[in-house]
């Protein structure tokens, strides 16, 4: 499976945009978890959202919640990042990141083994 991410860009705060990770390869069935991380310059890349592709339980971390949503499509082999009421400090590279076989919903970069290539989003304020 090779992922990639896009849909970053520049916006004002309070502002939103939409991330998608595009999945080629083996379609995610239900023993896949997905997650977003971001990485800011000088930072170390921190977790932000997972889902779990059969359930759809989803976690984030408290820094984005109830201002961000993570979803899947299962047609599109597809994962999204809804990123409302943005702020400066939302500014970094966004990854997206899987994990097969599991139903947990990991929140440590480590713990993800499979990784796409980054998408910039910056927030002005």
């Known amino acids: 499976v090779q992922l990639q991410a896009f849909g970053g860009g520049l916006v004002q705060a309070r502002g939103s945009l939409r991330l998608s990770c595009a999945a080629s390869?083996?379609?995610?069935?239900?023993?896949?978890?997905m997650g977003w991380f971001r990485q800011a310059p000088g930072k170390e890349r921190e977790f932000v959202a997972a889902v779990n592709w059969g359930s759809g339980s989803t976690i984030y971390a408290d820094s984005v919640k109830g201002r961000f949503s993570i979803s899947r499509d299962n047609d599109k082999n597809a994962m999204y990042l809804q990123m409302n009421s943005l702020r400066p400090e939302d500014t970094a590279i966004y990854y997206c990141a899987a994990k097969r076989s599991t139903t947990v919903l990991g929140r440590t970069a480590t713990w993800y083994n499979i990784w796409g290539q980054g998408t910039q989003v910056t927030v002005s304020s």
């Open positions: 390869g083996s379609p995610f069935n239900d023993y896949w978890t």
